[in-house]
């Protein structure tokens, strides 16, 4: 079992920066794939990253269109831990954010094929 634990959201101004942290527990997961989403209200759930091990793609990072070039995803192995840096925070990033593991195949892209869940940490961008 594998507990995850977010922290590092809060209230933010337009064009400021948040970093999240996630730490993981129960279970190195230096060979899983690592992702973030995040859930605005009254919207579904979305993708915002992830950062692959799988053969032949380890360390390679896939954003979604809306955050390319201000949010970076990583990772230190040793701290069992994986971090969203948010850079030139927008408004419409306010939402819950929820780190992910994916310990088998599939889409990096679709919540369903992740196994473990974070309880999530609230970030709110105000204008």
């Known amino acids: 079992q594998v507990q995850l634990v977010e922290s590092g959201g809060g209230l933010v101004q337009a064009g400021g920066s948040l970093r999240l942290s996630c730490a993981a527990s129960?279970?190195?997961?230096?060979?899983?794939?690592l992702g973030w989403f995040r859930q605005a209200p009254g919207k579904e759930r979305e993708f915002v990253a992830a950062?692959?091990?799988?053969?032949?793609?380890?360390?390679?990072?896939y954003y979604t269109d809306s955050v390319k070039g201000r949010f970076t995803i990583s990772r230190d192995n040793a701290k069992n831990t994986v971090y969203l840096q948010m850079n030139s925070l927008k408004p419409e990033d306010t939402a819950v954010y929820y780190c992910?593991?994916?310990?088998?195949?599939?889409?990096?892209?679709?919540?369903?094929?992740?196994?473990?869940w974070g309880q999530g940490t609230q970030v709110t961008v105000s204008s």
């Open positions: 129960g279970r190195t997961f230096s060979s899983y794939t």
């Open positions: 950062l692959s091990s799988g053969a032949g793609s380890i360390g390679r990072t």
């Open positions: 992910a593991v994916k310990a088998s195949g599939g889409s990096f892209y679709d919540g369903l094929r992740y196994d473990y």
